[in-house]
């Protein structure tokens, strides 16, 4: 979603500026723009639709000198793509970035308009400058005051960065609903909506908690929080390494990312998997107990990839740990009225730990009675992992192409993981065992299958011409050709669509013919005789069918065998997405798609 960075500092701000909104792309964005006060106490603002390098060609025109600014990049929600409603947005002496929705903004701005003020946009965000200049002036009070007078009268999940003219010497910044991280310099102090944006300037971050406002200086800051008390938050040290959030000797983040699964998932396993043949996850060493070891019903609840992630699980943790699960979309648990199970623990999945939708999933359980709640996230300073009872991080590593692949893997390595210990619990000991050995052979697997990416690569030759694509799966295969599906639509923009094989026969076989490919997963597992009658109902009806496997077919004509290396069936929908990754990931380059920024998408969807 949009991105916000803003610094205050004593040398020239441009050029941090610039970086910073470069290194926040990722979030996908349509327009982009900044504001700075100048030397001589003047607002410049420059404004594009399109790249930052479009803004970057803009700002090269002009010499402009200045020690506080803010930028931003717009993913846009109210209003259409135009330059009118691309970030900043000014009213007199206020300018606003802001992140999220404001939900009351037409009624906002229908009041503000009565009071004389002209909207030039038709956003949201313009109706945040303008109450912001009418409180300031109607009361003279501090521009601090003025925002704890504002806040209360918006209603959404938001979060803002705001400098007034005429006083330069402060940002001030509040999070609703939407995160804000402040990076701490020497006599230099910067805040963004992610760390990423920050990595090269600093390793000391602050986290705005929910309701906190803070005022930022050169030298100082303040936060206050929801109460309007002055308090101080956590400073953490980031161990990330710049160079780590680098493409390196990679065309794009997503291929850098799918060939980094192996170590992610060693950075996973490591310290967690313990020479007893026990799962120690130490972000849960501090709970009195771990109250799954009660729980007689799981619910997970999660979006996009990482809903994708909690249906595999749910195979695993029914068949393995013998406990029953369901796996519900984020959007569609909060929107209807929940009967739970009797002693129903609460899962939640995400790579960002921000996605609007999840939160207001976790946050409408707690008013049932769920035993408890446990997220399973990539990012620790993020708002499910404060706003949750207890937290598992997948340590994938810094995830920057929106189309997630190595966040999809380690939340697959932290369940299974999960589920041996629910089997420990339940004395199911062998089981629990033999998971332990098999998730040690798990990045040695990767690699086999990465090693097949010439082999992927022809195969992505000829299917990338195709307008449609079918992907069947049986059992815990069924939700990773869902995620192959995704993965192929995410980044290639072709129709793919994902459907349990068992299911061919009651409507999906009459798209068969042979200008659609279909793409079956079919691992050795007890299911392997089905999916071949699948293959023969779909050839005997001249479909072209690509085969994903492990094991040899009779290959005739429109019959293609993607040979695979052997994997072992527990750890087999982890492996399988790999080449489905890379099948999609090759596609969209022959067709020279933006891969790492693919169009309408976003990284972490931070509004519903």
């Not at 406990?323 to 009797?342: H, T």
């Not at 041996?420 to 050995?437: L, V």
């Not at 380059?589 to 931070?606: C, E, F, M, Y």
Request: aromatic share 8%; with cysteine; charged share 25%.
């Amino acid at each position: 979603m949009c991105g916000i960075f803003a610094a205050i500092t004593q040398r020239n701000i441009m050029n941090i500026l610039i970086d910073g909104i470069k290194k926040l792309e990722y979030r996908g964005y349509d327009s982009s723009g900044l504001a700075i006060i100048d030397h001589d106490n003047n607002m410049v603002r420059i404004r594009c639709i399109g790249k930052v390098d479009e803004l970057i060609r803009k700002i090269q025109k002009k010499k402009i000198l200045g020690h506080i600014g803010v930028a931003h990049t717009r993913w846009a929600t109210h209003g259409k793509i135009s330059k009118a409603n691309t970030h900043p947005h000014v009213s007199k002496n206020i300018i606003v970035v802001h992140n999220g929705t404001i939900e009351n903004y037409s009624v906002l701005r229908i009041f503000l308009q009565k009071k004389g003020y002209i909207f030039y946009s038709d956003t949201d965000t313009e109706a945040i400058a303008h109450l912001l200049h009418w409180e300031q002036n109607k009361k003279k009070e501090s521009i601090e005051q003025v925002i704890q007078n504002s806040i209360k009268q918006l209603y959404g999940n938001y979060s803002m960065v705001v400098i007034d003219k005429n006083n330069p010497t402060r940002l001030i910044a509040a999070r609703s609903g939407s995160p804000l991280v402040i990076g701490l310099g020497i006599e230099e102090n910067f805040i963004a909506s992610d760390q990423i944006a920050l990595l090269n300037l600093t390793k000391r971050f602050i986290y705005l908690e929910e309701g906190d406002i803070a005022i930022i200086k050169k030298k100082e800051i303040n936060i206050f929080n929801k109460k309007n008390f002055k308090i101080k938050r956590k400073e953490t040290i980031s161990n990330i390494k710049y160079k780590s959030i680098k493409k390196g000797k990679y065309s794009y983040y997503m291929e850098k990312e799918i060939y980094e699964q192996p170590a992610s998932i060693r950075n996973t396993l490591k310290n967690r998997v313990q020479k007893n043949n026990t799962i120690y996850f130490s972000e849960l060493q501090f709970k009195k107990k771990n109250l799954l070891y009660y729980a007689e019903h799981i619910q997970m609840v999660a979006c996009g990839t990482s809903y994708h992630a909690a249906m595999v699980s749910r195979y695993w943790f029914e068949a393995f740990a013998k406990i029953p699960c369901d796996v519900e979309i984020a959007s569609e648990f909060s929107s209807r009225k929940i009967a739970i199970r009797k002693k129903s623990f609460l899962i939640t999945l995400s790579q960002s730990g921000e996605t609007a939708d999840t939160l207001s999933a976790l946050r409408y359980s707690k008013k049932f009675g769920y035993l408890g709640n446990l997220t399973i996230c990539n990012m620790e300073g993020s708002s499910l992992v404060k706003e949750s009872d207890s937290y598992i991080l997948t340590r994938a590593g810094i995830e920057i192409g929106v189309a997630s692949t190595k966040s999809f893997t380690t939340q697959l390595t932290v369940l299974l993981m999960l589920v041996a210990q629910i089997a420990h619990f339940k004395k199911e000991n062998k089981i629990a065992e033999k998971i332990i050995e098999t998730l040690h052979i798990l990045p040695q697997r990767i690699e086999e299958v990465l090693k097949k990416n010439e082999l992927i690569k022809n195969i992505a030759k000829k299917l990338s011409n195709k307008k449609n694509i079918l992907f069947l799966g049986r059992g815990e295969q069924y939700p990773i050709a869902m995620e192959g599906a995704l993965k192929l639509k995410e980044i290639s923009y072709i129709h793919a669509e994902a459907y349990a094989a068992g299911e061919l026969k009651h409507g999906p076989l009459a798209l068969i013919d042979k200008n659609i490919p279909v793409i079956i997963i079919a691992p050795k597992n007890s299911l392997l005789e089905k999916i071949k009658k699948n293959i023969k109902e779909i050839y005997s009806r001249e479909g072209v069918i690509y085969i994903f496997s492990d094991q040899e077919f009779n290959v005739e004509k429109n019959i293609h065998l993607v040979k695979l290396p052997y994997i072992e069936e527990l750890i087999a929908p982890i492996f399988y997405i790999v080449p489905l990754q890379l099948l999609a990931y090759y596609i969209a380059l022959n067709k020279g798609k933006n891969i790492d920024q693919p169009r309408h998408l976003a990284k972490s969807v931070t509004v519903e």
